[in-house]
């Protein structure tokens, strides 16, 4: 591989890389070193990859790995049963509640989501990978990872409603305040 | 297939299309052609997801991220930087410089100055590079072959000024590098200085970091104006004494 398609790997793979880096790191230093150490990865392993089509699936689950190998040297993972339950039957989303929050505070309440349910949550919405490598990916099988999302798009609607509610908190300048 | 059964897998069906043909999700999706009141529930939810997803796409990673990922292909040019054994010292001198810096008391990595150091060692390992040259300013050379100076303390200097005396000038990750050389106690130093901006730190810190690669060590920092790598083949300890 020369130096160019190196370059097209990058371009191609390196913002979505990042942006399923933002939502497991929660914070941009982080997901940037996991994106920079995915490509370092891609460098002295990548070229005994021979199926081509799986470079996407590959560079995703070396973050992933790369992202769960820095949290098993920090704070302890959270059970899964430890965790609240999915919704036995889920209400219709309020879309309204995404219309109106910018960016930032959405990508905000997916960093809310549990860690568990993170990973597929956000690789359901980047859209980048069919089913069976998602599960191949987080070792599970298609159910679980189905049922993850529930789980986790239940936390996702939580933590934007509540983002709303604070967004929606009006905060009167200090000039403005008038005592009695 | 209840209704409940029918929105587990219709939830986790991707707004942008690309489930509609999966089979996993055919019984679900002709139910909810059936039921109005599950067809409503789907179209609801495709719309939150899709909204959710614009937005997750509507993240843009930071503008030097690419340059930065790219920096390592760059600073290798002859051939492809991931087949040649040196990627492998680099990774053995990352290991080295946590080691260093560990070691280092109340110091913390200035993670970014170690593209211009990398880039540096590189540099000074290709055939292109010149023994030791003198040129550039005098006094700066006379203070920095003076044996009390110690560099951390700071350098009188300006990279407009360095550059019009006719320091060499070279290239580093795609930016402009200007080279003093010096010597003291016998060992030839090199002196890599660039712009601050152009090396820009992760965050605020202007800590020191320690390299070694191979025959070469070196040492990078920063202040205000410009980001400096000093590099030696005169060992670690050396470097650690002037600096």
Redesign the interface.
Known sequence: MEADSFTQLVDAHYTSLYRFALSLARNTADACDLTQQTFYVWATKGHSLRDGSKVKTWLFTTLYREFLRGRRRGARTTALADLPPGEEDPPAAEVNIAVQLDAQLVVGALQEVDEAFRAPLTLFYLEDMPYQEIADMLEVPIGTVMSRLSRGKAQLRTALAKKENGQNIIQFPNSQRKTS | MN??EA???L??C???G??AT?P?FADALAQARQDPALA??FF??Q???A???A????????AE??A???A??RMS?SS????QTR??AL?ASVVLVLGLVAAWPQKAPAIDGSQLALGAMDEMNSPAHHPIVMGGRGDLHALLANASTRLAAGLPLDFAELKADGCRSLSIGGHEVLEVCFERGGNDFHLYVARANDFPA??STTEPMFMERGRLASVSWRDRSHAYALVSDSGAENLREIF
């Open positions: 209704t409940t929105k587990f897998i939830q986790a991707r707004p942008g690309q489930d999966d996993r409503d529930w609801r939810e719309a939150f997801d909204e959710v997803a937005k997750l796409r509507a993240v843009q990673p930071p991220l690419r930065a990922i790219l390592g292909a040019r492809p930087w991931w087949r990627v492998m990774a992760k965050d």
